[in-house]
């Protein structure tokens, strides 16, 4: 049974910065997408940042975190990171874990994340 695991929520002032990590259990890790999602009080679930499996070469994000966010992967520490920089009052939300393979696609309990003055 494959766990997903984040952590690293919290509240913070707008224009601070947090650091989220996912670790994801079982030997699937390196050859996963990796993903952040998050969902707002009364709003869909969006995806925030996409990581190509194995080194993760090829990350996108969504316009309104563009050059604010950085997704990263350590496959050593089967790990996904979510660098989160200029943090703005919509950027309020939990967020989500997602591993993705052709056959599986997990998800994590969420965690977090409050930005308000």
């Known amino acids: 049974q494959v766990q997903v695991v984040e952590s690293g929520g919290g509240v913070v002032h707008p224009g601070g910065s947090l650091r989220l990590s996912c670790v994801a259990s079982?030997?699937?890790?390196?050859?996963?997408?990796m993903a952040w999602y998050r969902q707002a009080p009364g709003k869909q679930r969006e995806v925030v940042a996409v990581i190509s499996s194995g080194s993760g070469r090829v990350t996108n994000y969504a316009g309104s975190v563009k050059g604010r966010f950085t997704i990263s992967r350590d496959n050593a520490k089967n790990t996904v990171y979510l660098q989160m920089n200029s943090l703005k009052s919509e950027d309020t939300a939990v967020y989500y874990c997602?591993?993705?393979?052709?056959?599986?696609?997990?998800w994590g309990q969420g965690t977090q994340v409050t930005v308000s003055s």
């Open positions: 079982g030997t699937l890790f390196s050859a996963a997408i």
């Open positions: 997602n591993m993705r393979t052709p056959a599986y696609d997990y």
